[in-house]
């Protein structure tokens, strides 16, 4: 008998009848002889919407109001399935984050986990009930809501996963595990049997949308075993572990993300400490930034490029507009329409050459690099995001990771995938 915890996220549970099917799932786990905790997300778009409602009323809403508001998603859904589970036979007893102990920091809209007070759920799993845990909140030390930041419910999964020491955690989604990339932009992505926590960890952390990066940082430290796999399908999925006898890949995958913007401040005097003066003050305004490019100066001044999250634009602006006078100049540019693709691989420590293919590659497809970032095993390229699907696409192929299959529900239009590829998913 194994103890599993079971994580559903939006499009698993997006209509009365999907959440019947989740039921099932989680009766046939407990019918195989294991115990299971299940986590889930708010229906199909519901965070999206209720984040819309909170801006029709209020632009710049309140984030304790707002992660009180946004919990609310969880709280739907985790009644509805435990309703589900009861109809069909099965005790089952619904926790929101608060009742199932789940104490976070007092960082609203991204809060960290700091405890997982077990009892009520172990109680509740002894007395013969499937405990069903709302996803993504918690309760910080005043008693106030709190959530994870988007995708936070992966967070939660694994979470529980390890406060209840569970055997593994599965994180069932509307795809069948991890690909080498995302397989509705680049539809001959491949599906990974096992990737290492560090490669998930920085794929997952430039933008790839399976598994939100806090769960697996939080995995990796703790230990806990992911399973990615299907809610529609019996498949194996992909097993997030600690890296071990898994085939060592120079390349494992390749993400994109969309959701930041760049910032070019223009005519910048090339003297000391300005750098720190522009800096310090997008720090103050908590801008959180990822690349940064300086040119070299010509005739004593340069151009300073640097990229941020999208959302983070008003507080950018409202940095630069304190301190351009004190540098001296009055020009800065944004650009909202870029994507980073990012190439991740732990394999690429010992490998020369990434960088050189990558742009010969992107040359050749008349793909226009706009800004380059490296580490030891991630290569990152800013590109317009008008190119992303094709820059996906021509880097997995230049690097040998299509598969021979095609992924058959990539059917998405234009649209559809515009969508998912939109800014701040
Ligand atoms: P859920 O709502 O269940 O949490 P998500 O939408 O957060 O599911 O994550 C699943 C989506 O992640 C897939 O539909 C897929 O488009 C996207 N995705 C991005 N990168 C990858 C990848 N490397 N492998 C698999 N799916 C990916
Ligand atoms: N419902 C939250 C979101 O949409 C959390 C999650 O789905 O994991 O981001
Ligand atoms: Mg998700």
Same mark, same amino acid.
């Given at each position: 008998?194994?103890?599993?915890?079971?994580?559903?996220?939006?499009?698993?549970?997006?209509?009365?009848?999907?959440?019947?099917?989740?039921?099932?799932?989680?009766?046939? +786990?407990?019918?195989?002889?294991?115990?299971?905790?299940?986590?889930?997300?708010?229906?199909?778009?519901?965070?999206?919407?209720?984040?819309?409602?909170?801006?029709?009323?209020?632009?710049?809403?309140?984030?304790?109001?707002?992660?009180?508001?946004?919990?609310?998603?969880?709280?739907?859904?985790?009644?509805?399935?435990?309703?589900?589970?009861?109809?069909?036979?099965?005790?089952?007893?619904?926790?929101?984050?608060?009742?199932?102990?789940?104490?976070?920091?007092?960082?609203?809209?991204?809060?960290?986990?700091?405890?997982?007070?077990?009892?009520?759920?172990?109680?509740?799993?002894?007395?013969?009930?499937?405990?069903?845990?709302?996803?993504?909140?918690?309760?910080?030390?005043?008693?106030?809501?709190?959530?994870?930041? *988007?995708?936070?419910?992966?967070?939660?999964?694994?979470?529980?996963?390890?406060?209840?020491?569970?055997?593994?955690?599965?994180?069932?989604?509307?795809?069948?595990? #991890?690909?080498?990339?995302?397989?509705? #932009?680049?539809?001959?992505?491949?599906?990974?049997?096992?990737?290492?926590?560090?490669?998930?960890?920085?794929?997952?952390?430039?933008?790839?949308?399976?598994?939100?990066?806090?769960?697996?940082?939080?995995?990796?430290?703790?230990?806990?075993?992911?399973?990615?796999?299907?809610?529609?399908?019996?498949?194996?999925?992909?097993?997030?572990?600690?890296?071990?006898?898994?085939?060592?890949?120079?390349?494992?995958? +390749?993400?994109?993300?969309?959701?930041?913007?760049?910032?070019?401040? *223009?005519?910048?005097?090339?003297?000391? =400490? !300005?750098?720190?003066?522009?800096?310090?003050?997008?720090?103050?305004?908590?801008?959180?930034?990822?690349?940064?490019?300086?040119?070299?100066?010509?005739?004593?001044?340069?151009?300073?490029?640097?990229?941020?999250?999208?959302?983070?634009?008003?507080?950018?602006?409202?940095?630069?507009?304190? !301190?351009?006078?004190?540098?001296?100049?009055?020009?800065?540019?944004?650009?909202?329409?870029?994507?980073?693709?990012?190439?991740?691989?732990?394999?690429?420590?010992?490998?020369?050459?990434?960088?050189?293919?990558?742009?010969?590659?992107?040359?050749?497809?008349?793909?226009?690099?706009?800004?380059?970032?490296?580490?030891?095993?991630?290569?990152?390229?800013?590109?317009?995001?008008?190119?992303?699907? *094709?820059? !996906?696409?021509?880097?997995?192929?230049?690097?040998?990771?299509?598969?021979?299959?095609?992924?058959?529900?990539?059917?998405?239009?234009?649209?559809? +995938?515009?969508?998912?590829?939109?800014? =701040? *998913?």
């Amino acid at each position: 008998m194994s103890l599993i915890v079971a994580k559903f996220g939006g499009t698993s549970v997006a209509s009365p009848e999907r959440i019947k099917n989740v039921a099932k799932r989680l009766i046939s +786990i407990k019918q195989a002889g294991n115990e299971v905790v299940a986590v889930v997300s708010a229906m199909g778009k519901t965070t999206d919407e209720l984040m819309g409602l909170a801006n029709a009323v209020n632009t710049n809403p309140p984030s304790r109001e707002l992660d009180r508001l946004l919990s609310t998603g969880e709280h739907v859904s985790m009644t509805l399935l435990a309703l589900a589970l009861e109809a069909q036979g099965y005790p089952a007893k619904s926790f929101s984050g608060r009742q199932a102990g789940i104490e976070t920091n007092g960082t609203h809209n991204k809060a960290k986990i700091v405890k997982v007070h077990n009892e009520r759920i172990l109680e509740a799993l002894e007395e013969g009930y499937i405990p069903v845990v709302a996803g993504f909140q918690g309760i910080d030390a005043n008693g106030d809501i709190t959530t994870l930041g *988007r995708g936070g419910s992966d967070t939660t999964a694994v979470a529980v996963a390890w406060g209840i020491n569970a055997e593994i955690c599965e994180i069932y989604s509307d795809v069948d595990g #991890v690909y080498t990339t995302d397989p509705r #932009v680049a539809p001959r992505a491949r599906k990974l049997e096992a990737i290492s926590y560090d490669d998930m960890l920085e794929l997952s952390s430039s933008g790839s949308g399976v598994l939100q990066s806090r769960a697996v940082e939080f995995a990796k430290k703790w230990g806990v075993v992911i399973h990615s796999r299907s809610a529609f399908s019996d498949a194996q999925g992909t097993l997030i572990k600690e890296e071990g006898q898994m085939e060592q890949a120079v390349i494992t995958g +390749i993400a994109h993300d969309t959701s930041e913007m760049k910032v070019t401040i *223009r005519h910048v005097p090339d003297a000391v =400490g !300005v750098a720190a003066l522009v800096f310090s003050a997008l720090a103050d305004k908590a801008v959180n930034m990822d690349m940064i490019i300086q040119n070299t100066s010509l005739d004593g001044a340069t151009d300073i490029s640097f990229t941020c999250p999208a959302s983070d634009l008003p507080r950018a602006r409202e940095a630069l507009d304190e !301190v351009m006078s004190k540098i001296g100049t009055d020009k800065y540019d944004v650009d909202e329409d870029i994507a980073k693709i990012s190439l991740v691989g732990t394999g690429m420590k010992s490998s020369p050459g990434i960088s050189a293919k990558t742009f010969k590659t992107l040359g050749e497809n008349n793909i226009n690099i706009l800004a380059i970032s490296t580490s030891p095993i991630r290569l990152s390229v800013v590109i317009e995001a008008s190119e992303t699907q *094709r820059a !996906v696409q021509v880097l997995h192929t230049a690097f040998e990771l299509d598969s021979d299959s095609v992924f058959e529900e990539t059917q998405l239009s234009a649209e559809e +995938i515009a969508a998912k590829m939109k800014k =701040g *998913r």
